[in-house]
């Protein structure tokens, strides 16, 4: 059948629509109710389809761009324009099929509330890549086989449903960007797709699953608020947030290979961490509070959050140097259900207004603190079950300073503490720029105890007793007892560079060195040598 470029439909009543030459018109329509419309081949010259009915398949080429303006509905559409226009779609029609499969060397743009149950394969980029696709589907989208928009821009919309892709080592999606927005979950969950930014992804009642064979940018909004994004990769890539916000309950990012790293510090609202593993560096920046629900393990983690930053207790977390920064808290307990955390350097840990730092690691060699730790006018607590804790660099802000080692410790900064409160370990040295006190007992039964104050007073609280082997107390003004405070050591130091009042029953055997700038007053239970 042919048509001198006019207008040309064809009807079978009972069987099948073939053609054993070649079709022009300008547009075609047909139907098969009992039967198929097989109008394959590119040697075709059709410019419009109309509404085109089959009971099975419908299989249309042409040479020139096609453009739909009528529905289509057939078991399995496939359609095969070859000119530069690609594939278009007028408002207010549709697509109705099992299966849908498009190849053309141009842009597709089927953007009306289209019936597809199976997206088979969409491909814009036949001859050349850089040609964009637009789909929208009235319900979920399955992609079942090669979405190829490699270079250009890949748009799936779901109206009221979700997006997802059949599993299948031929079923992935090729784009330069990538959009998704969906009612229900959004599952692109191929370890061969490949996009090298992220535009945009939503979810208005679901989740997002975005996995990739390496790395990619995001560049838009990533919302899913009653869900979440966890964003796996299959091999090596880099993740990047060169713009727009991800907003979601929860988030877990994956990368394969060594160095990788993750950068999203754009003003995002994450609450939950879930799964989140790396070899790179990970920085994160939330403008809400910040959980740490499952396990995260980067070789550098940088959390920044406009809340606080908490552990549940099924997560855990582990890096070679963390760097966190809150406002109204940092908690990290360690999570008593999957185990402790692995921490071997504090870098920068910042909390602004209330809630403190808290944080306990389980090294299995030492804790080292290479950056400034800062909570002014509020408590730092840190913690190695299974190491010793090293000053290696920074300050430590606090108004009270509590520590627990298995080992020693030995923070010789120059901190800035007003109080330093429980302390415990195999041995402590600790320094402070000024005047601070000693609110709670020390026991360095065994060990030595050496406590600076560089410029400022030493202040021992009544009531609380300072136990060591060794002990050197050095103070830039004075150094004092309060009611009922007591020393107990074999070796003394006394250095102050005012006076020192220690007139309260203490206990040594020897007084090692002593060199006092003002007034010395000193009691010893027993002989003074």
């Given amino acids: 059948a042919s048509s001198a470029d006019g207008q040309l439909t064809l009807t079978s009543d009972t069987g099948d629509i073939t053609a054993g030459n070649i079709i022009i018109a300008s547009k075609l329509s047909a139907s098969a109710a009992n039967g198929d419309i097989l109008l394959g081949g590119g040697g075709n010259q059709i410019s419009t389809l109309g509404a085109m009915?089959?009971?099975?398949?419908?299989?249309?080429?042409?040479?020139?761009?096609?453009?739909?303006?009528?529905d289509i509905t057939g078991a399995t559409v496939t359609l095969s324009p070859h000119g530069a226009g690609g594939l278009s779609q007028d408002a207010g029609t549709k697509i109705t099929a099992?299966?849908?499969?498009v190849s053309t060397n141009g842009n597709i743009v089927l953007d009306q509330a289209?019936?597809?149950t199976t997206v088979g394969g969409l491909n814009a980029n036949l001859l050349t890549t850089g040609h964009n696709i637009t789909f929208r589907n009235a319900s979920n989208i399955t992609l079942g086989g090669v979405v190829d928009a490699s270079g250009g821009t890949l748009r799936l919309t779901s109206n009221t449903g979700g997006i997802s892709q059949n599993s299948g080592a031929g079923i992935y999606v090729l784009a330069d960007q990538l959009f998704l927005s969906g009612a229900s979950d959004v599952l692109l969950n191929s370890a061969s797709n490949d996009v090298a930014t992220l535009g945009g992804a939503s979810s208005t009642n679901g989740g997002i699953l975005y996995r990739d064979a390496n790395g990619f940018d995001i560049a838009g909004n990533i919302t899913a608020t009653n869900g979440g994004a966890p964003l796996p990769t299959s091999g090596a890539g880099t993740f990047t947030q060169s713009g727009g916000?991800?907003?979601?309950?929860y988030l877990g990012v994956v990368t394969a290979g060594n160095g990788n790293s993750v950068t999203l510090n754009q003003a995002n609202r994450i609450h939950r961490l879930i799964a989140t593993s790396g070899s790179g560096t990970l920085s994160i920046n939330s403008t809400s509070d910040l959980l740490i629900d499952q396990n995260v393990y980067f070789g550098t983690i940088s959390l920044s959050s406009g809340g606080s930053i908490t552990q549940s207790n099924t997560g855990s977390f582990g890096a070679t140097t963390a760097n966190l920064s809150a406002v109204t808290g940092i908690n990290l307990p360690g999570a008593s259900f999957v185990?402790?955390?692995?921490?071997?350097?504090l870098g920068t840990i910042t909390n602004t207004t209330s809630g403190g730092i808290n944080i306990v690691s389980y090294s299995g060699s030492h804790t080292s603190l290479t950056g400034n730790i800062s909570a002014a006018g509020q408590t730092v607590s840190i913690t190695d079950v299974a190491g010793y804790i090293l000053q290696t660099g920074g300050v430590i802000t606090a108004d009270t300073l509590t520590m627990s080692a298995t080992g020693g410790i030995n923070v010789g900064g120059n901190n800035q503490v007003s109080n330093l409160g429980l302390m415990s370990g195999a041995g402590l040295s600790f320094a402070n720029a000024g005047s601070f006190s000693v609110t709670q007992s020390i026991d360095m039964t065994g060990v030595?105890?050496?406590?600076?104050?560089?410029?400022?007073a030493i202040t021992q609280n009544a009531g609380t007793t300072l136990t060591a082997d060794t002990m050197a107390l050095n103070a830039g003004t004075t150094i004092s007892q309060g009611t009922g405070a007591t020393l107990h050591s074999t070796n003394l130091s006394l250095i102050s560079g005012g006076n020192a009042s220690l007139g309260e029953a203490n206990n040594f055997t020897t007084l090692t060195d002593l060199a006092v700038g003002g007034d010395l007053a000193l009691r010893n239970l027993g002989n003074i040598n």
């Fill in 448 to 456: 030595h105890l050496n406590l600076a104050s560089n410029s400022g």
């Fill in 245 to 249: 916000i991800i907003d979601v309950d």
């Fill in 114 to 116: 289209n019936a597809v």
């Fill in 339 to 345: 185990g402790n955390n692995g921490i071997q350097n």
């Fill in 53 to 70: 009915t089959a009971q099975g398949q419908i299989d249309i080429g042409s040479s020139r761009s096609l453009r739909l303006t009528g």
């Fill in 98 to 101: 099992g299966t849908l499969n």
